[in-house]
């Protein structure tokens, strides 16, 4: 694993697209995940920016994406519970079922190699379709180095 080009790839990443008035992402997480690993050995939180969670929450939602029930039940990460709308081959996207936001809140997860990319956005279908970009981004920068 190139921690370094890691590393490198994220600050470049998220310093363009998470967290200002203007940027497609609320937030991010980068989880180190393999499901083919042995189940003794724990995911970790890699990165992440404009969120902090705990490793409880880490690991219910975990927990959610091993159990492969994604069309029948809800996760939660930091405060808000969110519920899957479409389902891709490595990727899926959801909507937050306890917003405040008029235009609704909504996240994107996608799988590479070794990680999973947690995205976080508020708006509706334009911004969806930003946040969408945003992520394509940094997991390209990542499966060309096959992370």
């Known amino acids: 694993m190139d921690w370094a080009f890691l590393q490198k790839s994220w600050d470049k990443w998220a310093s363009t697209n998470i967290g200002s008035f203007g940027e497609p992402l609320k937030a991010a997480l980068l989880i180190n995940y393999d499901p083919l690993r042995p189940s003794r050995l724990w995911s970790t939180i890699a990165e992440q920016e404009g969120i902090n969670i705990s490793p409880i929450e880490l690991s219910q939602f975990v927990s959610f994406i091993k159990r492969n029930k994604l069309q029948t039940e809800s ?4 405060h808000n519970q969110y519920m899957v709308t479409s389902i891709h081959e490595n990727w899926f996207c ?6 405040s936001k008029p235009s609704g809140e909504g996240a994107i997860v996608m799988q590479t ?3 999973l990319l947690v995205a976080l956005y ?3 279908i334009g911004s969806a379709s930003r946040a969408m970009v945003s992520v394509d981004q940094l997991v390209w920068m990542l499966n060309r180095r096959n992370i």
């Not at 959801?94 to 917003?99: D, I, K, P, S």
């Open 75 to 78: 996760f939660v990460i930091g």
């Open 94 to 99: 959801a909507r937050c079922l306890n917003t």
């Open 113 to 115: 190699s070794a990680f």
């Open 122 to 124: 508020d708006g509706s």
